[in-house]
């Protein structure tokens, strides 16, 4: 076996959160009066955390008061419907569970809020992850190695022996930093081009590959 502990982003590599990242960002752009935007553009706003996200969103020039208003009112809009649209990509349930039967442990390591991570990690997964964490006061986002040398250490496990699964710059940015393989996958919301313009070397196409990857 290659690895013994394997770690998701959430959104865009385990989850399809996009349509309700977009319905949320837009709720609350209208609510305070101000522009909406494509679900092509909310994509292209997310990876970096909910704050990155607001700041992406609002209009230029927009007051750091404001936008902290708008987060607040974004992350209570978003905790009462981050399940509206959201689903699991194909094959990734079935790819999680070949893992567990195998004795990898899985860990998700997110930018999301720490309470949607938690939240949609048991929603979608219930009993498919050791390990769930999102952003959080006082721990550096990602791509920043915080939490994933959190769960490395909380798991027993090396660096040696982890692997950091993901879609986007951001993701192959942390598992640089956090000194561990990374597999980086081509339906989320970054381009190929993207990820390889940003080093990624090992990109799959289906949630089978990174079982066989995985598993050696």
């Known amino acids: 076996m290659r690895y013994k502990l394997a770690m998701f982003d959430m959104d865009g590599t385990i989850l399809d959160t996009l349509q309700d990242l977009a319905d949320a960002t837009n709720a609350v752009m209208a609510m305070h009066g101000f522009p909406t935007h494509s679900v092509e553009a909310v994509r292209s706003f997310v990876g970096n955390g909910a704050l990155k996200l607001i700041q992406c969103a609002v209009p230029a020039g927009t007051d750091s008061a404001m936008i902290d208003t708008v987060l607040g009112d974004f992350k209570i809009y978003y905790g009462k419907h981050s399940a509206d649209a959201t689903k699991p990509y194909a094959g990734v349930p079935e790819m999680l569970r070949a893992l567990r039967a195998a004795g990898i442990r899985t860990a998700v390591v997110s930018n ?4 949607a991570v938690k939240d949609l990690a048991d929603r979608y997964f ?6 769930a964490i999102g952003d959080r006061e006082g721990i550096r986002k990602k791509p920043a190695p915080d939490s994933v040398l959190e769960v490395m250490k909380a798991l027993g496990c090396t660096a040696a022996e982890s692997v950091y699964i993901g879609d986007s710059d951001v993701d192959v940015e942390t598992a640089k930093n956090a000194d561990v393989d990374g597999i980086f996958v081509n339906w989320g919301f970054r381009s190929v081009e993207t990820l390889r ?6 990109i799959v196409g289906e949630p089978e590959e990174i079982t066989r990857l995985i598993m050696g």
């Open 112 to 115: 999301k809020p720490d309470f």
């Open 126 to 131: 219930s009993g498919l992850f050791d390990f």
């Open 197 to 202: 313009t940003h080093g990624a070397e090992v």
